[in-house]
């Protein structure tokens, strides 16, 4: 293996793994991402350690767990507030600092609107970093503007206009009624910006590039010809960006549900063509073969196709549509191409691979992740029985026969056989031996150090005058 190889990790938020071809969707296209993970490795069953958004990437920048968001301390004029959700602390270090210190040239580009807020401090150890604007309620443009031909498309515009300064459809507008092609889209920006960087640092070795690209997040609004490959074209509705985060009985009709799910795809295919650009363009440059490179995502969402009917990602809902992520990686000279493995892994797990293919010492960092070399290549890996995640007042535990979701008080909430059940469609919990809850509940407080920290929400953000 070279030494400190060119790396990439590029992460695409809200991804549904069973959203892919490469796993096992015939429906959405997505012929980048799938010949990717046929030169790659593809792990089937990857989860994250905590959710939403800021958690999840303060373990990936870390490679430390950031559950069960113990010290949570909400950051003043945040856009969201929820247990864990703040910056890195600022002594502890991050991925792009020790590859800086190692010897790397680091970059990193984003249009993540929740990077954005003053305070998250996430470009610590970049060398060369942008942030692309205009996504969801991003405060970039001002809401005064909106046109208000614009708006009637998702609703009564005197309505909308009436959220004014901080609606989502508001900014929505504000942001997005001068994007006329796909190119002019926040997407193609992180990968334009993207491609610059390796064609700019080509010879500056080696380097290292973190893309975070916010699409298939909300707010839905895939262009028009992406659109188009998977919408209804007789449907006459609205355009609905968001839903509430509940069931979608009495809420949606199924045709605004498939609505939904159209333009989510399109962002799917959106988010594989360009991330098929970039691939180009490594292979371009001669830079592809012997790259790291590490495709995941944080999350995904659910769409009704769940126990409880849900839309949206409530803390509650921690089904497979939000807890399965893509995690597909592609090793230096092709090495493993095409293997898949079924064990329990972390998203932290792939920061430890990237430190691993540094040349960085994992072992000197407290590093909770594992190299995917010693389970790919060495025969070293630590096999989990199990995980645990927090999102919320909702923590969650899954082995290779149970997937149980617990509030946070200990109550439990659901429970799915994954032997008879892998798509959690039956929860079984009045059916469940008490001793299978006690078991995930004392894994979930080991993880925890003993205890699930609980916040009273309105009185933290009351004392920092959330807006």
Same mark, same amino acid.
């Given at each position: ?216 997040? %909300? ?8 659109? %188009? ?24 009709? %199924? ?33 592809? %073969? ?178």
């Amino acid at each position: 293996m070279p030494d400190k190889i060119n790396t990439l990790c590029i992460v695409s938020d809200t991804l549904r793994t069973d959203y892919l071809g490469c796993y096992g969707n015939k429906f959405i296209k997505t012929p980048n991402l799938d010949a990717f993970a046929r030169d790659s490795v593809v792990f089937e069953w990857a989860h994250p350690e905590s959710l939403p958004t800021i958690p999840y990437r303060r373990s990936l920048h870390t490679g430390r767990r950031a559950y069960p968001f113990k010290n949570y301390k909400p950051v003043r004029w945040d856009n969201v507030y929820l247990p864990g959700w703040q910056p890195m602390d600022n002594m502890e270090d991050s991925l792009a600092e020790n590859l800086f210190n190692a010897g790397y040239y680091t970059g990193f580009v984003s249009d993540v609107p929740h990077y954005f807020v003053p305070g998250m401090n996430f470009t610590r150890g970049a060398q060369q970093w942008e942030f692309v604007r205009g996504q969801a309620e991003d405060k970039w443009r001002s809401p005064a503007v909106a046109p208000y031909g614009e708006m009637s498309k998702y609703g009564d515009p005197e309505q909308i206009k009436k959220q004014f300064p901080g609606g989502r459809i508001l900014r929505h507008v504000a942001n997005y009624y001068h994007i006329h092609s796909e190119e002019e889209t926040s997407t193609a920006k992180v990968f334009r910006w993207a491609m610059d960087f390796v064609q700019d640092n080509r010879n500056v070795h080696p380097f290292y590039l973190y893309a975070d690209c916010f699409a298939p997040h %909300e707010s839905w609004e895939a262009p028009d010809d992406y659109l %188009e490959m998977y919408a209804d074209p007789n449907y006459k509705g609205k355009n609905i960006l968001s839903t509430a985060y509940a069931p979608a009985d009495g809420r949606y009709t %199924e045709e605004e549900v498939e609505y939904i799910k159209a333009h989510y795809c399109g962002l799917v295919s959106l988010v594989d063509n360009w991330f098929g650009t970039l691939i180009n363009k490594l292979k371009r440059l001669g830079l592809y %073969e012997n790259s790291l490179i590490v495709f995941t995502s944080d999350h995904g969402t659910n769409f009704t196709d769940n126990s409880e009917n849900v839309i949206g990602k409530p803390h509650y809902s921690l089904f497979p549509g939000v807890m399965h992520i893509p995690l597909i990686v592609h090793f230096p000279g092709g090495e493993g191409a095409g293997k898949r493995f079924s064990d329990l892994v972390y998203n932290t797990d792939a920061t430890a691979t990237i430190y691993d293919y540094a040349g960085v010492d994992i072992n000197e960092l407290d590093i909770h992740g594992q190299s995917f070399r010693k389970l790919v290549f060495d025969n070293e890996w630590q096999e989990r029985e199990y995980l645990t995640c927090r999102y919320g007042d909702t923590v969650w535990y899954r082995d290779q026969k149970n997937w149980i979701i617990i509030s946070a008080d200990g109550k439990a909430r659901c429970v799915f056989d994954l032997e008879t059940d892998l798509k959690c469609q039956n929860n079984i919990l009045d059916n469940t031996d008490e001793s299978v809850i006690k078991k995930a509940w004392k894994c979930i407080l080991d993880d925890a150090g003993g205890e699930i920290p609980i916040y009273d929400m309105k009185k933290m953000t009351d004392a920092v005058g959330r807006k």
